[in-house]
Nanobody, 122 residues
Framework: QAQLVESGGGLVQAGASLRLSCAAS????????MGWFRQAPGKEREFVGV????????YYANSVKGRFTISRDNAKITIYLQMNRLKPEDTAVYYC???????????????WGQGTQVTVSS
């Protein structure tokens, strides 16, 4: 099972960009689809997007489509979430997750990181 550590969160103004990273260890990274989720205060955890094992395919929630991009570097066993044109409603704790079960793009995730806080001020 993979161990995941997110980094790159912070406080930014609306309209800014931020890139989150998720470093993996353990498991076979290239066999996992990797997802990003977020959870805002008082809300349920929300799917953000997912990237396939090869990195060829991605799928995003409508709320972030066109603004967020997921990429992966299997050699560095790291995935990234590039967030552009950030909005105050993007404020949340962001989590990465790894899974190799399920039907694309609706994966089942077995490993989760601890999360990184992203705060967008208006």
């Amino acid at each position: 099972q993979a161990q995941l550590v997110e980094s790159g969160g912070g406080l930014v103004q609306a309209g800014a960009s931020l890139r989150l990273s998720c470093a993996a260890s353990g498991g076979t990274f290239s066999s996992y689809a990797m997802g990003w989720f977020r959870q805002a205060p008082g809300k349920e955890r929300e799917f953000v997007g997912v990237i396939s094992q090869s990195g060829v395919s991605t799928y995003y929630a409508n709320s972030v489509k066109g603004r967020f991009t997921i990429s992966r570097d299997n050699a560095k066993i790291t995935i990234y979430l590039q967030m552009n044109r950030l909005k105050p409603e993007d404020t949340a704790v962001y989590y990465c997750a790894a899974g190799n079960r399920g039907s694309w793009p609706h994966m089942t995730y077995d490993s989760w990181g601890q999360g990184t806080q992203v705060t967008v001020s208006s």
